[in-house]
């Protein structure tokens, strides 16, 4: 039996089960919804035991002081215990559904209608992780087998949407039990329908703060207004040098470490249909693109590393005019990064780039942990990835391109703490309004990701020599 | 007899009617003092007409729906009716006395103390205000004659030390009875007991606010970041490039009706005993002075122009980070004007300087009324100054310098709208601690004050010609 015949088969009851799991309103932001999202946890828990893992937890996260929402830990050992061992993430909480009046049908009353699955946590991220229960057994139906050919792990967060703030504790505490060759990432998307893709890389970012402080006290500019610095003046200075004339960060060593974008990815990137204009209506219809000289805007954000001026005040900023030169001047900074920055590194760099910055009369500090989180990055020829691909490429029947994320949630964390290779297989759209009302997802793609998933434990366990090369 | 004479003659019932006048806690600050206040004017108008003024009343300010405190005015026309008319300006209101504890004696129980008279007002303004009342008599002692020189006016506003609300539409109220061919002001101070000066001007300033718009709302700098325009850095930009690297301001046409510092006046300030280091730890412990290259600090903050940025903000301020480009960035910003500088000339500058500092994607418009406050300034040769100088060297007895101030309270209200020059006949010193606890003044310069005041109807009177030339 082939694979797709068996999904195709299996459709029925896999959306039935998806139907049921959708119906349990897991928002993770809302308190009064603990006792769903932990229902949720038990269901899937249920669910991954049905499909055949043999050990399937709901974990709780957090400590008692401060109780987190429950995760799901499912894991299916491998025949071979030499085999690579793959750890599937996604999460099984569900973003809030205000406005409620602008749903067409109730959100966790999930429908189909013209190949749509509507409901929240349609796309992000329950039907996606779904899909790997049907990819599993597909796997199995093909094979004949009673295991997957690669040991699996599956862990699934209750905390996503709502800023997964015990998810690297909890991956700290477990990470003996998680440890894996390569993580599958299930909670991204697509280029589109027809442009099946995988995305390779997150940008990291790191932040801090510049405090700027010149008199003891606010000044008044007609005794000492051009006579002494101005902490505004010198703040202004400081940030409008943080990038060149090329729009390029200026901060002393900034992009010793970057890896440049090779050739073969900036033309797959350069394939990808893309529309400016469409792109600028959705940055809140910025008026131009802009950025570092030489690079097309999908390469600035996703491959380039940038310096961004998050927030600045000092001075008189209430109604009316105030004539003074006032104390201090303070901005909120954050740098996003990409591989092989390391945040405490580019902190230094702004340390250097601060002190050399003020100008006589002036005192600068920079606040910051210098932690941050580090970019996350496959190349393109990862065989990981590599594998990903050819999974995705057999479910599509179409070559698969690459995409990039401009920043990262949890699989930063994930990449960091597991110590291991991120392969993002995903088959969400831009259209499928994730956060939004009517929450949809292509049913159609999602029987392509179960598809994709069945491949997928095959072709890493072809590569299994390179994937516990590392080990 | 000799001027000198009769003061010192006078001294005693001087002082014994400015310690009753300084007794009336005329805090225009406080509206429970409003009462005190009134108290004072009455005071002051019934020492006026005892004085000799023929006419001395109190002016009500304001409207029926928006009351004022009262002000004086008293008048002593000259024998001849050609005779140039000068307009003493001076106010009656003062301070409130936060801290209380730190006064070593009550703030309204004066008292003379090793020569100071200490207490709310001495010399800010009551002491030297009443040594008008003495220098009148004095001349007249000398001349023998029943009325000055000159058409003497006598204006004493009650809201002074409260942001003189209504004083300018007083002016305006009373201008024909308040025409003048000179404005003898009488509220500011010299350099030192032993370096007796005049100041010869004071700067202007206009403000206005710069709002950065970029895309509709905040976007998130992991999607965006590095691609599309960021409102702060356009407003870092604007705001560093308002100055050039030699510290001048770089609006079109900012500098092109700047009177130059003339080499009479520039030298006298050189000879100003000037100590850098004090006038640093009185500028809030600044670091450095600094401002535009080629000009002492003396000449940055009295005779040449400004931009300073007041206050600036935009995106996330609070506690914690925000990885944002934010929607908007504002920066307030006002500009110290040096004659012969327009007001509204020099925001048409802004306007021009911000339309082409924004890059593509990025809006700014300029908010203000264009008005402020216009320079007011007194070349050291003009014939009132000269006349003015010539009097506190006869009652000093040596050279007197020249300084400016370099922001203007009323007296550019009062230049502007009764269109007449500007001479400030005043004995105050940094010393005499005016709006803190412990305000005291010296009670030989109080005398000297005086003394000046009865030289100076006669040297203006000299100068007649010159005087009334624009009549």
Same mark, same amino acid.
């Given at each position: 039996? $082939?694979?797709? $015949?068996? #999904? ?7 959306f ?7 119906a #349990?309103?897991?928002?993770?932001a809302?308190?009064?919804?603990g006792?769903?999202v932990?229902?949720?946890a038990?269901?899937? +828990? ?6 055949? =893992?043999?050990?399937? $937890? ?13 995760? !799901? ?10 085999a690579? !061992? ?13 406005p409620?009046e602008?749903?067409?049908s109730?959100?966790? $009353? ?14 992000d991220d ?6 790997h229960?049907?990819?599993?057994? @597909? ?6 087998? &009673?295991?997957?050919p ?15 703030l ?23 998307g697509?280029?589109?329908?027809? !442009?099946?893709? *995988?995305?390779?890389? *997150? ?10 402080r010149?008199?003891? =006290?606010d000044?008044h500019s ?11 003046h010198? *703040? ?8 060149d004339?090329?729009?390029?960060? +200026?901060l ?11 050739? +073969?990815?900036r033309q797959?990137?350069g394939?990808?249909?893309?529309? &400016? ?5 959705? +940055?809140?219809?910025?008026?131009a693109?802009?950025?570092?000289a ?16 998050n927030? *600045?005040?000092g001075?008189?900023t209430?109604p009316?005019?105030?004539? #003074?030169?006032?104390?201090? @001047? ?7 990064l ?10 230094e ?5 601060v ?5 006589p ?10 932690q ?12 990981? !990835? @590599?594998?990903?691909?050819r ?12 995409t990039r ?10 990449a960091?703490i597991?110590?291991?290779?991120l ?6 759209l ?10 949809r ?5 999602l029987?392509?990701g179960?598809? @994709? ?19």
């Open positions: 039996m $082939e694979a797709r $015949e068996y #999904i195709d088969q299996n459709a029925p009851g896999f039935t089960a998806v139907a049921e799991w959708l #349990i309103p897991s928002i993770s809302d308190p009064d919804r006792g769903d932990r229902r949720s038990e269901f899937l +828990a249920g669910q991954l035991r049905a499909a055949g =893992f043999p050990v399937a $937890e709901v974990w709780e996260t957090g400590t008692d002081a401060d109780r987190g929402l429950p995760a !799901v830990y499912a894991e299916w050992p491998a025949a071979d215990p030499a690579p !061992v793959a750890l599937v993430y996604g999460h099984h909480d569900v973003q809030p559904v205000d409620l602008e749903w067409d109730p959100p966790f $009353e999930p429908v189909q209608r013209d190949g749509l699955l509507f409901g929240r946590g349609a796309s329950k039907g996606q992780v779904f899909f229960l049907l990819g599993v057994r @597909a796997n199995l139906a093909v094979s004949g087998k &009673q295991a997957p690669v040991t699996l792990k599956v862990l699934v967060e209750g905390e996503e949407e709502s800023g997964s015990h998810f690297a504790d909890l991956l700290r505490a477990q990470r003996e039990r998680l440890r894996c060759d390569v993580i599958v990432v299930t909670d991204t697509m280029w589109a329908a027809d !442009v099946p893709s *995988m995305c390779v890389g *997150m940008r990291g970012v790191v932040d801090a703060q510049v405090d700027v010149g008199p003891d =006290f000044l007609g005794s000492f207004g051009g006579g002494v610095p101005n902490p505004l010198a *703040m202004a200075a400081l940030l409008a040098g943080l990038h004339a090329d729009g390029r960060v +200026a002393p060593g900034f992009y010793d470490k970057v890896r440049p974008l090779s050739d +073969a990815e797959l990137i394939r990808l249909p893309f529309d &400016q204009k469409a792109w600028l209506a959705e +940055a809140g219809n910025s008026g693109a802009a950025g570092e030489g690079y097309s805007s999908l390469e600035r954000v996703w491959t380039r590393p940038t310096a961004e001026v927030g *600045m005040w001075g008189h209430g009316g005019g105030k004539t #003074i030169i006032p104390a201090q @001047a303070h901005a909120k900074l954050s740098f996003r990409v591989a092989d920055q390391e945040p405490a590194e580019v902190i760099g702004l340390r250097q780039y002190r050399r910055a003020v100008p009369g002036i005192e600068a500090t920079v606040v910051s942990d210098g941050g989180v580090r970019p996350s990055f496959s190349p393109v020829d990862n065989p990981a !990835v @590599a594998a990903g691909r999974a995705l490429q057999r479910a599509f029947g179409q070559e698969v391109l690459f994320e401009g920043g990262s949630g949890p699989e930063a964390d994930l960091e597991l110590a291991a290779p392969v993002f297989i995903g088959v969400g831009d259209a499928d309004r994730v956060h939004a009302p009517n929450e997802v292509s049913t159609t793609l029987l392509k179960a598809e @994709a998933a069945a491949y997928l434990w095959d072709e890493l366990a072809a590569t299994a020599a390179e994937l516990t090369a590392g080990r």
